[in-house]
């Protein structure tokens, strides 16, 4: 990166927020990625503005070299009655999770398929969670099904944001469960419908 000649006023959001380096799965070489405030903002004012709440509990267990740890920890910000609750990813996930006061959290599918495969071994209490996001991976039909079948995540909401680190983050999102859940379409899980400022071709 070149130092700019001029410091970008802040109030235009165009100044870097971040700097994430992908794999290279989409391109194939890997290389850093520079998130502006601009769009980080977008995504987060979206977000409370969708899902408006009086408080909630965000699970932080995504590692800042990912782009939905930016999102966890700085979404407060747009949800001041928020808090973050440290789930470690060294320990047992699902137990940490299904066990904490969290009613918000991330996780790839993988994730959640390996949280679904373990919890009728746990002693599980009611559950605080309100709603789940899945990111990162392909969520397939079977997850979903699986998900359904569970009647402790009868309250849950399961949300599949698709996006990549090239564009800074989620571009569509889709509702899986609950009242106008979009549907699944040929065995195909829903990608969903546009975030603000994203057009999708």
């Known amino acids: 990166m070149t130092v700019p000649e001029a410091i970008p006023d802040p ?10 380096f992908t794999s290279g799965t989409t ?15 977008r ?9 408006p709440g009086t408080s909630a509990v965000i699970a932080r267990r995504t590692p800042l070299t990912f ?8 979404s407060i910000l747009c949800q001041p009655h928020s808090k973050l609750f440290s789930i470690s990813n060294d320990g047992d996930l699902a137990e940490q ?23 009728d071994n746990l002693e599980a209490k009611d559950c605080s969670l ?6 990162g ?9 699986d998900f359904l079948a569970r009647p ?13 680190t090239e564009t800074v983050g989620d571009c569509c999102w889709a509702r899986l469960t609950g009242t106008n859940a979009d549907k699944v379409v040929r065995n195909n899980i829903p990608m969903g419908r546009p975030l603000p400022g994203v057009r999708i071709e």
Not at 43 to 51: D, N, T, V
Not at 130 to 135: A, C, R, T, Y
Request: hydrophobic share 40%.
């Open 130 to 135: 309100e709603m789940l996001l899945v990111s």
């Open 152 to 164: 402790y995540f009868g309250r849950t909401q399961l949300l599949n944001f698709y996006g990549q």
């Open 67 to 74: 782009v939905d740890g930016v999102h966890e920890l700085l």
């Open 137 to 145: 991976e392909c969520c397939s039909v079977s997850l979903l099904n």
């Open 43 to 51: 995504r987060l004012h979206w977000f409370a503005q969708e899902f």
């Open 27 to 41: 391109s194939g070489t890997p290389k850093a990625v520079v998130g502006s405030h601009r769009q980080t903002l």
């Open 97 to 119: 999770l299904l066990q904490s006061p969290c009613t918000r959290a991330t996780l790839l599918p993988s994730q959640l398929e390996q949280i679904l495969s373990v919890m």
């Open 11 to 20: 109030r235009s959001g165009s100044d870097d927020l971040y700097i994430l």
